[in-house]
């Protein structure tokens, strides 16, 4: 994949997952507020003022994420971002994520 491919997708993964924890804050899923400043989406907390912060990093073609439980990168399989550790599928890993930071 070309550079140029990797940011159109990366920025596509920033939206989807800032759109998704918009909806979980408009559900009342989650008191988050998101804030995107170009290639880093910031999500925190407001309960309890934690982040999670997701970023992409164009070298690696990977997305990364930073939260209380660890860091970790996703890389596109041609389907979906999974986890380069474990396999597991990037949006059902920060739902996780998501519920144990908001605990």
């Not at 989807?16 to 804050?25: C, H």
């Not at 930073?66 to 949006?91: I, K, L, P």
């Amino acid at each position: 994949m070309t550079e140029s491919e990797f940011l159109q997708m990366a920025d596509r993964c920033l939206q989807q997952t800032q759109d998704m924890f918009e909806l979980a804050f408009e559900r009342d899923e989650w008191d988050v507020d998101c804030k995107r400043s170009g290639n880093v989406l910031e999500i925190e907390f407001v309960a309890n003022g934690s982040k999670v912060i997701i970023n992409s990093q164009a070298p690696m073609q990977e997305m990364w994420v930073a939260a209380r439980a660890g860091g970790f990168h996703y890389r596109h399989d041609g389907q979906v971002w999974r986890n380069t550790r474990d396999g597991s599928e990037m949006f059902e890993s920060l739902r996780t994520i998501a519920t144990a930071q908001n605990a």
